[in-house]
């Protein structure tokens, strides 16, 4: 049973325009979600967060959204460009339990 | 530069061998993690450490051992090694919790057995 789905295993957009990228989450407890970027051969990096008690956060072109109602959260990216061709992990933490919740990932694909 | 670096980056090993993987960071975090990425599943919780002496089981914990016996360093052992455990392995470091903090990782040890 997976808690965390990233539902598109990949994303075409074209270079300058947005790229959204979702996550659904099925385990109410969790109160803390993350990104994470991952290139070829290395190993994901933090990219941002955000808390249950806020519904948006926002880091220069990256921007995460939260909607408790759906259980839904995502990522946009605007202006996309090409060096943000990567894998893009969600994860979920619940604060009684310390642990890390991964979605499988999206293949965002960068177009010029 | 403080980093967190992961030994060997490939390794290919026969079925029912012992092998570890090496976990080195020079961040000073308390808390160490291992994950495995599989396709179709992200990554899975191995075992994790919250400091020298403290060792936790992870979401897939059979089959591996972790001991920490510094803040540094939190070697993976396979005690046999199995085709299932055929995976890229991710080490990582913080100095929070896991699931309030960034993570910090290694760049991968990509493991086969055949």
């Known amino acids: 049973d997976q808690q965390v789905k990233q539902n598109s295993p990949s994303l075409s957009v074209q270079e300058g325009r947005i790229s959204i990228l979702n996550c659904d989450y099925t385990?109410?407890?969790?109160?803390?979600f993350l990104w994470y970027k991952k290139y070829p051969a290395e190993g994901p990096t933090f990219l941002i967060s955000i808390s249950s008690i806020k519904d948006k956060n926002e880091d220069g072109r990256f921007t995460v959204f939260l909607n408790k109602s759906a259980k839904h959260l995502s990522l946009h990216i605007v202006p996309s460009q090409p060096g943000d061709s990567a894998v893009y992990f969600c994860?979920?933490?619940?604060?009684?339990?310390?642990?890390?919740?991964w979605g499988a990932g999206t293949k965002l694909i960068i177009k010029p | 530069d403080a980093e967190i670096t992961q030994s060997p980056r490939h390794k290919i090993t026969e079925t029912g061998r012992q092998v570890t993987l090496a976990c080195h960071q020079t961040?000073?975090?308390?808390?160490m993690f291992w994950y495995r990425q599989d396709l179709g599943h992200g990554l899975r919780l191995i075992h994790y450490?919250?400091?020298?002496?403290?060792?936790n089981k992870g979401e897939v914990s059979d089959g591996y051992s972790v001991s920490r016996s510094n803040t540094e360093d939190l070697p993976l052992t396979l005690e046999s090694a199995a085709s299932s455990q055929t995976s890229v392995y991710f080490c990582a470091s913080s100095d929070t919790k896991e699931g309030t903090g960034e993570l910090f990782f290694g760049e991968g040890s990509r493991l086969t057995v055949l």
């Open positions: 450490s919250y400091g020298v002496q403290d060792t």
């Open positions: 385990n109410s407890m969790f109160d803390y």
């Open positions: 961040w000073n975090h308390n808390n």
């Open positions: 994860a979920a933490s619940a604060n009684s339990n310390y642990q890390l919740i």
